[in-house]
């Protein structure tokens, strides 16, 4: 599977849309980019997918680059409950793994 | 919604005991699949199953064994506890097939003293 890089920490002020992007510049022709986030003391909760379109859902929009080399999540609505860390994992379909990275930890602020 | 359930929230044991973390999802999922997440290591996949009776090797194995006998249940065993295997644990279980999402409880946050 194809690693991922994405910034260590993010702040963003409550109400804001808070952007996160990951580089995921080896992805394959057939890998899925999944995000999903952890808030303290929890387990991981997914958020998105996709492959090669943009996605929206009740929680976040996703969007990829043409050339699939990076995406961005995007929160519209940022709440102190958005304080998490976030994961940009790139999985094969065939593959039950996800392969975690550090992820980025969103501090939203009042 | 989706409901994985891991049995214990916190947990204290020995070193050299025998320990048993169990996982049930409500969902009739193929797949369950436990973690264990360490600050700095992030998740590290020990063992998953694809089905009743079968199970897989993840990145970290060493030291622990699964057991999967009904399709909901999926435990992890600590054969002789050590204080390395300090540690959260995650249960996850998905579907099977394409573009399925796991679905995770809420942690074991085990302390090998």
Known sequence: D???TQPTSMDCAEGRAANLP??????SGNEYVYWYRQIHSQGPQYIIHGLKNNETNEMASLIITEDR???TLILPH???????????????????QLIWGAGTKLIIKP | DVKVTQSSRYLV????????????????????FWYRQDPGLGLRLIYFS?????????????????????????SLILESASTNQTSMYLCASN???????AFFGQGTRLTVV
Do not use: W
Request: some cysteine; proline content about 1%; glycine content about 6%.
């Open chain 1, 22 to 27: 990951c580089n995921h510049s080896t992805i």
């Open chain 2, 50 to 74: 694809y089905d009743v009776k079968m199970k897989e090797k993840g990145d970290i194995p060493e030291g622990y064994s699964v057991s999967r006998e009904k399709k909901e249940r999926f």
């Open chain 1, 69 to 71: 080399k990076s995406s």
């Open chain 2, 95 to 101: 579907e099977g097939g394409q573009r399925t999402e």
């Open chain 2, 13 to 32: 044991k020995r070193t050299g005991e025998k320990v048993f973390l169990e996982c049930v999802q409500d969902m009739d999922h193929e797949n369950m």
């Open chain 1, 78 to 96: 940022a709440t102190l409950r958005d304080t998490a860390v976030y994961y940009c994992i790139v999985r094969v379909e065939s593959n039950y």
């Open chain 1, 2 to 4: 194809a690693k991922t």
